[in-house]
Nanobody, 115 residues
Framework: QVQLVESGGGLVQPGGSLRLSCAAS????????MGWYRQGPGKQRELVATITSGGTTTYADSVKGRFTISRDSAKNTGYLQMNSLKPEDTAVYYC?????????WGQGTRVTVSS
């Protein structure tokens, strides 16, 4: 059974920073893409960033230049460094692990950007 556990969310003031972590455990195909998605209040879930096993990254236009996705494949852990946070970044952030066979989701971690 594959389990993804996110951590690092919380309350931060506009302009602040947070670092989210996603720890994956269990048995899964070794080649996978790790991604972060978010769902804001009253909004649909949207892609934030992804990183492949080879290190190729993609970002939503809304976070480019502010967020950085990374991973430690030896630890099966992914990270999302979020800088210059804005109120519109407020959302529940979900980690996704996508293999060639199937995808897995974490339970989410809440990020609130407010003064």
């Amino acid at each position: 059974q594959v389990q993804l556990v996110e951590s690092g969310g919380g309350l931060v003031q506009p302009g602040g920073s947070l670092r989210l972590s996603c720890a994956a455990s269990g048995s899964f195909y070794s080649i996978y893409t790790m991604g972060w998605y978010r769902q804001g209040p009253g909004k649909q879930r949207e892609l934030v960033a992804t990183i492949t096993s080879g290190g190729t990254t993609t970002y939503a236009d809304s976070v480019k230049g502010r967020f950085t996705i990374s991973r430690d494949s030896a630890k099966n852990t992914g990270y999302l460094q979020m800088n210059s946070l804005k109120p519109e970044d407020t959302a529940v952030y979900y980690c996704n692990l996508q293999t060639i066979v199937r995808g897995y989701w974490g339970q989410g971690t809440r990020v609130t950007v407010s003064s």
